[in-house]
């Protein structure tokens, strides 16, 4: 019998720092304070691709 992997899924890699490569300034993430992957314009509350996992484990989880 094949043995499945208790957690399957890992978290992605962080995204790479922006650089000044002269786009738009990156957002900051609400929760960590990391560069995010979206431009500072962007409306609402941006997080990091780390943050957006661990959320999203977390609505998964919740119910």
Known sequence: M???PRYPCEPPAPAPAPSDS???PFAECVLCREPTEYPES????T???VC???EAQRGACSG
């Open 2 to 4: 094949e043995s499945v």
């Open 22 to 24: 002269g786009g738009p």
């Open 42 to 45: 962007v409306k609402g509350a």
């Open 47 to 49: 997080l990091c691709p």
């Open 52 to 54: 957006e996992w661990q």
